[in-house]
């Protein structure tokens, strides 16, 4: 590990100031991806500015239904929330099927959106990576992939984001609230996270210095009827193979609304707005779902390795609007 | 003199349990000492080569490093084992191989300036690549070298080509497992120091003995000034058996620095191409039975891998000649020498894979013959060791799938694959029987001194690799000397006391406890006859050697178990889930229920991590293992361990060892992963033969429609 210098302010913009002074400077949340690269010296910050006291670690109540969720909330006490349990009760599934418990009392809200896109070849640092290294080439693309994106990918990269929180809030239309080195600004969750395109190396539209301070949630009142759901290589402790977060609201067996997005498929979270187009105001059956599902599947470019990954989307999105649309939850 | 009741047989609180959950009990890395100096291991970037040149300027200028090892300036060392020739030369005979090293003053700095040593390389083509049968490999194999010398590697009785022809029920099926890593959670750590004629290593390790005569030996110094000590071990499962380069290092960078005690840790990546692992295997199994199931052939064979710098074999056919009557049997075994790490011993080395392949093509030929599995096997009994033509010791298979059925609630069983489904998950139940040999390690030598206060002192070089051995061996030697427990001290884990075996082989206690009830019985005797049965003022020591079976060439001695397991497998995204396992086994006498019945239960939870969840993934273009850590590598979390219940059948084996017991640490995971293989099958009509057992080999493939299985 390379030495570093570690800094606290004692103001957000204070925070952000010392970061734009550092180009190769990050903030440091719970620490729980940025430490690990760090040790694997994938990550070689110089200066780590602690923003952890800088930012609320609460989760309020919005005028008009909506809940904000400080950045700093650690990941099991917004998990726990009665506002987030009761209003979106798949966030709260999304971060308890993440990590660990000890892990989920360290990480942030914030932190949780940030990880690093997840590729064994990124935290090799003795293989190429385009990611780690522009230029370098992908190892993943021939190598070992079972793991890794379907959907959005690149021939420089075709790394997954591993957020199970982020594909809850890009379904439910969030929004990040940040302060930059530029000032405040307000970013869709949908727009947070980036394809890899021929830049991989960014994995967000953050700017370098651009603090993430809030997430809000809209009102959603048929959020209550929704369902995280995920699927991975064990039962507990793995990142999603496919994960599907989804609400939905019905009327007399037709779908009126619908948000989607699925995990473990792409380099961001993936919302489904062609499946959703496809539901909106249908029956709610398995033939529709199963339809929708494939219509969003259909640009899939599965590897040799990950092909199961298609079917195993679609299987499990069609599960998940089968539950939901079997009885209120 | 009131007879004292036998320890042997109470299920005992560890003795060190209390200090183990307090974090008391220092393990090798977190032993105290002065003025520590970390190490951090270079590990080559390519697969075969040579080195070229070494930079190591900028690792040599980083504040804080002390020195930079590299085959340029390590010590020569004299050995002929190929995994601690480390940095002998500018050879590259596996990637991450260990070709150089960096001591500073904090481990910080000396893992950021192991990162700047620079070294070039002149890489030559790899081959890393296992492959199962294919046209021109035969000749490429090796039969290896005998692993015990009383199980020949390949064995062959009549004629099996003929009676597999002529057989109404044929069963010919290919199998696979994968690498297995054993990730201890205490990973490898040595602290070495050289105290100016000789070493002092602490470290977590299987058998201090072994570990002080490969030391001494490769650095010229008589065994008495290597001392080794490891009073707790955090796991090994055979991974901490051998020396390997870790070791060499430590203490290379003690010799340089002296009188400065030299810590080092093996980072968890590191473990991956550092410690050893379960070689891969390619099966084969063919049989051909009577339509009343009575087997008259059995052939298995395997292929694994080795390393070329140091032969290593699981014997993966080993069980079968023990397993089921047949007239006509063959077994062969092969490997393939490739450029990849010497793989280890693991966890019932040969038995867990090869009972996989042996008791899935059991139920596969259950099924052709329309029997039930635990019939099948019945009917397939022997009445004397197949290939030995000796009796068993005790042999008590039959009454292990017999309690086992009763107590899994196996029957009724409607056979038929995909009957039973509970809500999306399909249901299905699956049996296999488990065996592992007894056997007995030469080499271990026990010292009982008794002073006249009525305390007795017992020495042994064994170790306790978190299995409760430190309270088990008390135990025993308690029963053997006739005493109350409290009179026993049972020190271990240094190698100043006699010598003995590794722990290893389920032979600890068989080992290391007959040498002491040799002792103990040479030091009742002597007490008796030469002192009137009181111990004289000085005391009285008595030092015994383990000594030979009498028995071992009339009987055939094993361990055997049937294991149960029910699955359930979802219908639309193939996960499956393991909510219970049943393991019955026989395995001699139970000297500790409360250790004894953890052995079994973590080979059990090993067994069904193997058969779903573990694979080291090997990149065939670099030759190393790509998911190297825990986030990657999945081992079975406890979210996806059920109930799991354990028993035993009770057996009083007079011919075993004084203590009549067999050994439990290995079959806990001997046939688990069959029985979950075979549970899969009934539930899916999906048979998977190649470990792990993972959602897309049960997802439908893209067909409309289409559901698991179907």
């Known amino acids: 590990m390379r030495t570093f210098r570690y800094e606290r302010s004692s103001s957000v913009s204070g925070a952000v100031a010392l970061l734009a002074e550092a180009p190769h400077g990050a903030f440091l949340g719970g620490g729980t991806n940025l430490v690990d690269l760090m040790k694997l010296g994938v990550a070689q910050p110089d200066l780590l500015v602690d923003v952890r006291r800088l930012v609320s670690d609460r989760v309020e109540e919005l005028p008009g239904g909506g809940v904000r969720i400080g950045a700093g909330t650690p990941n099991s006490e917004c998990a726990a929330h009665p506002l987030v349990r009761q209003r979106y009760p798949m966030v709260s599934q999304a971060l308890l099927s993440g990590a660990s418990g000890q892990l989920r009392n360290l990480a942030t809200t914030a932190g949780n959106l940030l990880q690093r896109t997840r590729c064994p070849y990124f935290q090799d640092i003795t293989t190429a990576c385009n990611k780690r290294e522009p230029g370098t080439g992908c190892s993943a693309i021939e190598g070992h992939h079972r793991d890794l994106a379907i959907l959005g990918t690149s021939p420089e990269c075709v790394a997954t984001h591993p957020s199970d929180l982020a594909v809850a809030l890009a379904a439910l239309d969030a929004t990040v609230r940040t302060h930059g080195p530029g000032g405040e600004r307000v970013i869709s969750m949908t727009e947070l996270h980036r394809l890899p395109g021929p830049e991989p190396q960014r994995d967000t539209v953050l700017q370098h210095g651009e603090l993430i301070t809030a997430i809000d949630l809209p009102p959603a009142p048929f959020a209550t009827r929704s369902h995280f759901r995920k699927v991975r290589d064990r039962a507990s402790y793995a990142f999603a193979l496919v994960a599907v977060a989804a609400a939905i609201d019905l009327a007399d067996g037709v779908v009126r609304d619908v948000r989607i997005a699925l995990g473990g498929v792409a380099h961001k979270p993936w919302r489904a707005y062609r499946a959703e187009e496809l539901l909106r105001g249908g029956p709610a059956d398995e033939e529709r779902f199963r339809q929708a599902a494939e219509a969003e599947l259909a640009d899939a470019r599965p590897m040799p390795g990950n092909a199961f990954k298609v079917p195993l989307a679609r299987n499990t999105l069609v599960a998940t609007l089968l539950d939901l649309a079997g009885g209120p939850r | ?710």
Request: charged residues 20%; contains cysteine.
């Open chain 2, 1 to 710: 003199m009131t007879t004292p009741v036998p320890a042997i047989g109470q299920p005992l609180d560890r003795f060190d349990g209390a200090e183990k959950v307090r974090g008391l009990a220092p393990y090798a890395f977190e032993h105290p000492v002065e003025h520590p100096v970390y190490l951090f291991a270079v590990q080559s970037t390519i697969a075969v080569g040579r080195i070229t040149a070494i930079d190591c300027s900028q690792a040599s200028a980083r504040p804080g490093v002390l020195a930079v090892l590299t085959h340029q300036n390590a010590p020569r060392l004299s050995t002929d084992n190929g995994e601690l020739r480390t940095l002998q030369s500018d050879e590259v005979t596996f990637r991450g191989q260990i070709v150089g090293g960096v001591i500073a003053e904090t481990s910080e700095i000396a893992r950021d300036a192991a990162g700047l040593v620079r070294m070039d390389y002149e890489e030559r083509p790899h081959n890393v690549d296992l492959r199962g049968e294919v046209p021109g490999h035969r000749e490429r194999l090796k039969v290896p070298d005998e692993v015990l010398p009383i199980f020949p590697m390949d064995t062959s009785e009549g004629d099996v080509d003929a009676a597999l022809a002529s057989a109404a029920v044929r069963v010919d099926s290919r199998y696979s497992t994968p690498w297995y890593t054993h990730n201890a959670l205490e990973p490898h750590t040595t602290i070495a120091c050289w105290t100016g004629d000789g070493f002092t290593l602490r470290l977590s390790t299987q058998g201090v003995t072994g570990i002080q005569a490969a030391v001494a030996g490769a650095f010229r110094l008589d065994p008495s000034r290597v001392r080794v000590i490891s009073p707790h071990v955090g796991g090994a499962f055979g991974s901490k058996v051998y020396p390997r380069a870790d070791v060499v290092l430590a203490a290379m960078a003690a010799r340089l620095v002296p009188g400065r005690p030299v810590k080092f840790a093996l980072t968890r990546q590191q473990t991956f191409s550092q410690t050893g692992y379960r070689p891969p295997t390619f099966q084969r199994v063919r049989l051909g039975a009577g339509s009343d199931g009575r087997l008259v052939a059995i052939e298995h064979n395997a292929i694994e891998q080795t390393s070329k710098i140091r032969q290593f074999a699981e014997h993966s056919t080993r069980a079968t000649p023990s397993m089921y009557a047949a007239p006509n049997r063959r077994t062969q075994q092969w490997v393939a020498e490739l450029d990849v790490p010497t793989p280890t011993i693991m966890r019932a080395p040969g038995e867990a894979s090869g009972m996989f392949a042996l008791e899935s093509a059991m139920d596969e030929l259950a099924i052709a013959c329309d029997l039930d599995p635990i019939e099948l096997r019945i009917r397939n009994e022997p009445q004397v060791h197949p290939h030995f033509q000796l009796p068993f010791s005790s042999r008590n298979l039959v009454a292990c799938l017999q309690e086992g059925a009763r107590r899994f609630g196996w029957e009724p069983r409607d056979p038929t694959p995909r009957a039973r489904r509970d809500g999306g998950w399909l249901i299905g139940t699956g049996v296999a029987a488990a065996t592992y040999p007894v056997l007995r390690l030469p080499g271990s030598k026990a010292t009982i001194r008794v002073g006249p206060d009525g305390r007795y002192l017992v020495l042994i070089a064994a170790v306790d690799i978190g299995t409760g051995t430190r309270t088990a061996l008390t135990q025993v030697a308690a029963d053997a000397l006739q005493v109350d427990i409290e009179q026993v001290d049972l020190r271990l884990g240094d190698s100043t006391y006699p010598p003995a075996a590794e722990e290893g082989a389920s032979a600890g206690i068989t080992s290391w406890g007959a040498a002491i009830h040799e002792a103990a019985d040479q030091l009742r005797q002597r007490l008796t006859t030469e002192h009137g049965g009181t111990v004289p003022a000085d005391g009285l020591e008595v030092t015994a050697d383990t000594p030979d079976n009498p028995y071992l060439k009339q009987y055939a001695m094993h361990s055997f178990g049937a294991q149960f397991a029910e699955v359930r497998v979802n219908e639309r995204t193939g996960e499956i889930r393991v909510p219970r396992q049943l393991g019955v086994f026989a395995c001699g006498r139970i000297v500790n229920p409360k250790t004894a019945r953890s052995q079994l239960l973590g080979g059990m939870t090993w067994g069904l991590s193997m058969a779903l969840h573990e694979q080291s993934v090997l990149d065939l273009r670099f030759g190393h293992v790509v998911n190297h850590d825990l986030a990657q590598y999945h081992i079975s979390s406890n979210a996806d361990v059920g109930a799991i219940e354990v028993h035993w059948i009770e057996e009083d084996d007079p011919y075993v060892n004084p203590m009549r017991t067999k050994g439990v640490g290995e079959i806990g995971i001997v046939g688990a992963a069959a029985a979950i293989a075979n549970a899969v099958y009934h539930a899916t009509g999906v048979r998977i033969r190649d470990l792990p057992i993972t959602l897309d080999k049960l997802l439908p493939g893209d067909r409309p429609g289409s559901e698991v299985g179907g």
